[in-house]
Nanobody, 127 residues
Framework: QVQVVESGGGLVQAGGSLRLSCTAS????????MGWFRQAPGKEREGVSC????????YYADSVKGRFTIFRDNARITLYLQMNSLKPEDTAMYYC????????????????????WGQGTQVTVSS
């Protein structure tokens, strides 16, 4: 069974930065594309970014493009999300998960699934 543990969230002022981490077990990490997702109170979970298994291909939602950077360290079995220039609208619980492929379509498919999510890490951006 795939298990992920997200960490690195916190409270930050608008314009600040955070780096999220995600460690995975129960899967051959280097063989999977991975994605970051978020869910704000009262809203549906959405895909934020994804990265191919090799790290050679990435995708960002328009809302975070130019501010967030996704990267991975396959040797450390860890996925990262560097978040800069944070805005209050970035406030949400952030999750990571494996995706079938790195694309907006597969991010939407995975975001809609109810099963196999970690505990997430809370990001709160104050104005």
């Amino acid at each position: 069974q795939v298990q992920v543990v997200e960490s690195g969230g916190g409270l930050v002022q608008a314009g600040g930065s955070l780096r999220l981490s995600c460690t995975a077990s129960g899967l051959t990490f280097r063989g999977y594309s991975m994605g970051w997702f978020r869910q704000a109170p009262g809203k549906e979970r959405e895909g934020v970014s994804c990265i191919s298994w090799s790290g050679g291909s990435t995708y960002y939602a328009d809302s975070v493009k130019g501010r967030f950077t996704i990267f991975r360290d396959n040797a450390r079995i860890t996925l990262y999300l560097q978040m800069n220039s944070l805005k209050p609208e970035d406030t949400a619980m952030y999750y990571c998960a494996a995706v079938q492929a790195c694309s907006p379509v597969y991010l939407r498919i995975r975001a809609a699934e109810d099963n196999y999510w970690g505990q997430g890490t809370q990001v709160t951006v104050s104005s």
